[in-house]
């Protein structure tokens, strides 16, 4: 199966859709009137599509098996066309597409297995996916070209005892959403230096400022000393979501002290100096915290 470990939890909705064609009314009367001999067909349908959803990851081998945390099946008859439509939803990593098409499927399955005996020219037509909600197709891409500066904390890396991998990993993790990288540098633990390099990078417009190292409890790791007192608004669900994030993948996440605030219209960031706490901070706040420069935009208009 896929890796979707990086992902974060989030609402998944889909609804697929089934249409069952019968051959007469006559049937769609037996129906509605429950003289069909196996039974009432909606109702056992409805259950044999409810197990059908709970059953997906049994039958397709790369499905996850996930929480389902609501099914709905509805019917619509028009004419001689019973339309079916199946909802799920959950809270995970990823979508329901998949769970909601097979139930719809077996629902419409179900529907002619019950109705076969009265009506042999029933057919199954138009099995899909009509809307889904949730994940990264909800993250709409903002409106104007964001910039950024990467800032690797380190006395070790800018002495070039150390090679650097957190700000490399930063900067991929910026490049797959489109963010340009105008400024990598790396700089000494040191309060006076990193609080110039921020005042500079905010002078030039970067839309982001983002540190990495220097979050930890060592003597030398002064990263948030240097910067909370430049910022004019601390953004403290940012920081609940990486460390949320991070606690899910190491305990030693709850150490950290990554912090995340505004300097006029520049979003600052301090992550993690380790490669995988940098990498996951980016997971955990991309590409959703990219919205925060719609809404600033917005504000300026």
């Not at 060592?218 to 990486?242: F, V």
């Amino acid at each position: 199966m896929v890796d979707i470990t990086h992902k974060n939890n989030t609402l998944r909705i889909a609804t697929a859709q089934a249409t069952v064609m019968v051959s007469k009314q006559e049937t769609i009367e037996a129906i509605q009137n429950g003289t069909v001999p196996k039974g009432n067909v909606f109702e056992m349908s409805r259950a044999a599509g409810l197990l059908a959803v709970k059953k997906t990851p049994d039958i397709l081998p790369d499905c996850h098996p996930l929480p389902i945390e609501y099914t709905g099946i509805t019917y619509r008859i028009e004419a001689l066309a019973i339309h079916i439509e199946c909802t799920i939803k959950t809270i995970y990593k990823t979508g329901v597409e998949v769970e909601a098409m097979h139930g719809a499927s077996v629902v419409a399955l179900n529907l002619y297995d019950m109705l076969k005996p009265i009506d042999k020219g029933i057919e199954i037509h138009h099995i899909k996916l009509l809307h889904k909600k949730g994940g990264k197709s909800d993250h709409k891409k903002p409106t104007s070209t964001l910039t950024a500066a990467v800032i690797v904390c380190s006395d070790s890396i800018s002495q070039g005892k150390n090679e650097d991998k957190a700000g490399k990993a930063i900067i991929d993790q910026l490049e797959q959403h489109q963010v340009a990288i105008q400024e990598y540098s790396i700089i000494p633990d040191e309060i006076e230096t990193i609080q110039k390099v921020v005042k500079t990078q905010q002078e030039l417009g970067r839309s982001l400022i983002i540190f990495t190292g220097g979050t930890g409890l060592s003597p030398r790791d002064q990263t948030p000393e240097a910067l909370e007192p430049l910022l004019d608004r601390k953004i403290p669900g940012i920081e609940e979501a990486i460390r949320s994030y991070g606690q899910q993948r190491t305990t030693y996440a709850m150490l950290s002290r990554s912090i995340a605030g505004m300097i006029g219209d520049s979003l600052v960031l301090a992550l993690p100096g380790s490669t995988a706490g940098a990498r996951e901070s980016m997971q955990a706040i991309f590409p959703a915290v990219l919205h925060l420069f719609d809404i600033i935009k917005g504000a300026n208009h």
